[in-house]
T-cell receptor, first 109, second 118 residues
Framework: GQNIDQPTEMTATEGAIVQINCTYQ??????LFWYQQHAGEAPTFLSY??LDGLEEKGRFSSFLSRSKGYSYLLLKELQMKDSASYLC??????????WGAGTKLIIKP | GAVVSQHPSRVICKSGTSVKIECRSL??????MFWYRQFPKQSLMLMAT?????????EQGVEKDKFLINHASLTLSTLTVTSAHPEDSSFYIC??????????????FGEGSRLTVL
């Protein structure tokens, strides 16, 4: 079966760095997405990886290793507004998106 | 980025009535639209995938006669919850993408619609 695993919840301190991991097992691979979702709101796009390596976008970076079925989202200089759920999603060979359950990130002052 | 508009954002209805939710892509042609529902503290659950001009493909366990999806144009898809019951109360989210032309197929989400059935 297809499966996306990510931690349920993480806690970090304002100003620090946090890494959210995502491992996947899917039927084929056509890209991996990270989305941020604040409570009660729709997800917003953060990053897209289809090739191995690190993609950097300001305070957020996303890494992919296709051979290991692994990705991480790195958040630097954490701000209180970064408190949200972070969803990892993988697009399989049929272009279907398989979603992880999300990681709730709690930022403490 | 591309804009997807979803309406209404909140709706309260009586049990047994039907509710229609609209999803519009405002500045691009959406070849494919997805409908999700999300219960509190849970991830997105895909309900159905609709391609413009064809019947929607429903995920296992989703009743197609209860959740009617119409994708009549490249910019509009609608979800109608028929004969709604309290257990249908949820957050419904649409997303749109354009898989044509080598696009990354990034998903653009609507704002979501919170349905409460009394």
């Amino acid at each position: 079966g297809q499966n996306i695993d990510q931690p349920t919840e993480m806690t970090a301190t304002e100003g620090a760095i946090v890494q959210i991991n995502c491992t996947y097992q899917t039927s084929g691979f056509n890209g991996l997405f990270w989305y941020q979702q604040h409570a009660g709101e729709a997800p917003t796009f953060l990053s897209y990886n289809v090739l191995d390596g690190l993609e950097e976008k300001g305070r957020f970076s996303s890494f992919l290793s296709r051979s290991k079925g692994y990705s991480y989202l790195l958040l630097k200089e954490l701000q209180m507004k970064d408190s949200a759920s972070y969803l990892c999603a993988v697009r399989d060979s049929n272009y279907q998106l398989i979603w992880g359950a999300g990681t709730k990130l709690i930022i403490k002052p | 980025g591309a804009v997807v508009s979803q309406h209404p954002s909140r709706v309260i209805c009586k049990s047994g009535t039907s509710v229609k939710i609209e999803c519009r892509s405002l500045d691009f042609q959406a070849t494919t639209m997805f409908w999700y529902r999300q219960f509190p503290k849970q991830s997105l659950m895909l309900m159905a995938t609709s391609n413009e001009g064809s019947k929607a493909t429903y995920e296992q366990g989703v009743e197609k006669d209860k959740f009617l999806i119409n994708h009549a144009s490249l910019t509009l898809s609608t979800l109608t919850v028929t004969s709604a019951h309290p257990e249908d109360s949820s957050f419904y989210i649409c997303s749109a993408t354009n898989l044509a032309g080598g696009d990354t197929g990034e998903l653009f989400f609507g704002e979501g619609s919170r349905l409460t059935v009394l």
